[in-house]
């Protein structure tokens, strides 16, 4: 059982930054695969990107790669996701998940967090 948080959401200028985190506790999180995923107002849940358990092997959707870097510290227990050259279509609830396999499928993971709300002004 694995218990997620987000944190590091809220209201950017176009072209600014921000580092999303989830904090994870439970048992074994090294054993899993953490995925970002968003979901856009009236829009259907995207799949962001994912990271290993080792944290050595990172993926991140094409039409985000260069932008956005997922990354994770074992150590803390703690995800990232940051995200450089906002654009307003960044716009969107983002939730960590966790599972043991990596998948861009967000109805195979297991674990959510709550979800943390990043907005880019135009």
């Known amino acids: 059982q694995l218990q997620l948080v987000e944190s590091g959401g809220g209201l950017v200028p176009a072209g600014g930054s921000l580092r999303l985190s989830c904090k994870a506790s439970?048992?074994?999180?090294?054993?899993?695969?953490m995925g970002w995923f968003r979901q856009a107002p009236g829009k259907e849940r995207e799949f962001v990107g994912a990271v290993d358990g080792s944290g050595r092997n990172t993926h991140v959707v094409d039409s985000l790669e260069g932008r956005f870097t997922i990354s994770r510290d074992n150590a803390r227990n703690m995800v990232y996701l940051q995200m450089n050259s906002l654009r307003p279509e960044d716009t969107a609830v983002y939730y960590c998940?966790?599972?043991?396999?990596?998948?861009?499928?967000?109805?195979?993971?297991?674990?959510w967090g709550q979800g943390t709300q990043v907005t880019v002004s135009s």
């Open positions: 439970g048992r074994a999180y090294i054993n899993y695969v």
């Open positions: 998940a966790a599972r043991h396999r990596a998948s861009n499928d967000g109805n195979k993971y297991n674990f």
